[in-house]
T-cell receptor
Framework: NAGVTQTPKFQVLKTGQSMTLQCAQD?????MYWYRQDPGMGLRLIYY???????DKGEVPNGYNVSRLNKREFSLRLESAAPSQTSVYFC??????????????FGEGSRLTVL | SQKIEQNSEALNIQEGKTATLTCNYT??????LQWYRQDPGRGPVFLLL?????KEKRKERLKVTFDTTLKQSLFHITASQPADSATYLC??????????FGSGTQLTVLP
């Protein structure tokens, strides 16, 4: 079972460069999420999509954009990368929205370093 | 604003003992709490969910309690094994209807 697949797994960028993190899920879930994880900070929500065609800001959306391409795919774009965006990024999906008690299924993470 | 806090230090215990991890929240009681396990270099994996009106939930060697008076959830692993070594995260859904995670507790079970 593939579950949630993220690409790339590792990426090094220079300040000011742009890139897109891709995420796809094969569980037919309605909701998808992007989190970042930094040491000692826990997982922080960047953006989420409750259903196809909708996106909403999370706790730390500045510097990011997202696209819910279809029900399966949810991409995260960094238009002009900054060193503060060095982090591990996780995509997740769930059958229901976060206000409902649905468990999250996470991908394996994308490790991004911005020099 | 609501905060969620977990044991900030790593927890080391001997194999076979019961590990107890703490998740504290500061203000209102969340409708439910979730617990996840995260291994190094991997994404979190869901373990258990406990609702506000439930005192206790069990799954195999895992037990979660929810004490709204103490504003605390405890996560227990009985008969712990080295394979239980991981970071354990608690999460709650607050007024913003977003799942907010604690920073996690790193558990090491010593053989």
């Amino acid at each position: 079972n593939a579950g949630v697949t993220q690409t790339p797994k590792f990426q090094v960028l220079k300040t000011g460069q742009s890139m897109t993190l891709q995420c796809a899920q094969d569980m037919n879930h309605n909701s998808m999420y992007w989190y970042r994880q930094d040491p000692g900070m826990g997982l922080r929500l960047i953006y989420y999509s409750a259903s196809e065609g909708t996106t909403d800001k999370g706790e730390v959306p500045n510097g990011y954009n997202v696209s819910r391409l279809n029900k399966r795919e949810f991409s995260l774009r960094l238009e002009s990368a900054a060193p503060s965006q060095t982090s591990v990024y996780f995509c997740a999906s769930s059958e229901v929205g976060q206000g409902s008690a649905g468990e999250l299924f996470f991908g394996e993470g994308s490790r991004l370093t911005v020099l | 604003s609501q905060k969620i806090e977990q044991n900030s230090e790593a927890l080391n215990i001997q194999e076979g003992k019961t590990a107890t991890l703490t998740c504290n929240y500061t203000n209102y009681s969340p409708a439910y709490l979730q617990w996840y396990r995260q291994d190094p270099g991997r994404g979190p994996v869901f373990l258990l969910l406990i609702r506000e009106n439930e005192k206790e939930k069990r799954k195999e060697r895992l037990k979660v309690t929810f004490d709204t008076t103490l504003k605390q959830s405890l996560f227990h692993i009985t008969a712990s094994q080295p394979a239980d070594s991981a970071t354990y995260l608690c999460a709650y859904s607050g007024s913003a209807r977003q799942l907010t995670f604690g920073s996690g507790t790193q558990l090491t079970v010593l053989p």
